[in-house]
């Protein structure tokens, strides 16, 4: 059982540099996330889609793009990246709306120099 | 705005006992509460899911209680293990509420 998969894992970038991150579950859920993890802050909502053609700023949408893909698919960019992007990422689904559980990724390491 | 907090920080205990893990949150007016778990550089992994209408849920060594007047749950972990080891989550969900709010968690090493 695939759930979220990440794709990278693990990336070193220049400032400056630009990178997506891939996200794709197969749970055929509606609503999917992005989250970044940085020690002494927990985890912080980046951006998320309600539902396939919609997306929405979280908590710490600067710097960054979001696309939703097809229900399947929501990419996380990054077109200037900078040092202060040096975080783990990660990316969830769930049903959408309501009580339903919510699925993680692996993370991906993502370190800007 | 909904704030979680998770209490303690850090525990450390020895192998056997029963342990009890603590989240609070301000708004009670939440749709559902899921406790995760997160080993070290891994992703977070559910554990339970206790919706608004119930009080606890139980899967094996594992007993999660929901208190939504006084705003808090407990997970509570009976003859801790080793593999127990990691850091515990919760989220709690507002009714119509995409977005989850999370508790910066409970770091957990169970020594032998």
């Known amino acids: 059982n695939a759930g979220v998969t990440q794709t990278p894992k693990f990336q070193v970038l220049k400032t400056g540099q630009s990178m997506t991150l891939q996200c794709a579950q197969d749970?055929?859920?509606?609503?999917m996330y992005w989250y970044r993890q940085d020690p002494g802050m927990g985890l912080r909502l980046i951006y998320y889609?309600?539902?396939?053609?919609?997306?929405d700023k979280g908590e710490v949408p600067n710097g960054y793009n979001v696309s939703r893909l097809n229900k399947r698919e929501f990419s996380l960019r990054l077109e200037s990246a900078a040092p202060s992007q040096t975080s783990v990422y990660f990316c969830?689904?769930?049903?959408?709306?309501?009580?339903?559980?919510?699925?993680f990724g692996e993370g991906s390491w993502l370190t800007v120099v | 705005k909904q704030e979680v907090t998770q209490i303690p920080a850090a525990l450390s205990v020895p192998e056997g006992e029963n342990l009890v893990l603590n989240c609070s949150f301000t708004?009670?007016?939440?749709?559902?509460l899921q406790w995760f778990r997160q080993d070290p550089g891994k992703g977070l992994t559910s554990l339970l899911l206790?919706?608004?209408?119930?009080r606890e849920q139980t899967s094996g060594r594992l007993n999660a209680s929901l208190d939504k007047s006084s705003g808090r749950s407990t997970l509570y972990i009976a003859a801790s293990q080793p593999g127990d080891s990691a850091t515990y989550l919760c989220?709690?969900?507002?009714?119509?509420?995409?977005?989850?709010?999370f508790g910066r968690g409970t770091s957990l090493i169970v020594h032998p």
């Open positions: 969830a689904s769930s049903e959408g709306r309501g009580g339903n559980t919510i699925y």
């Open positions: 749970m055929n859920h509606n609503s």
């Open positions: 206790i919706q608004s209408s119930q």
């Open positions: 708004d009670s007016a939440i749709y559902n």
């Open positions: 889609s309600a539902s396939e053609g919609t997306t």
């Open positions: 989220a709690v969900k507002k009714g119509g509420s995409y977005i989850p709010t």
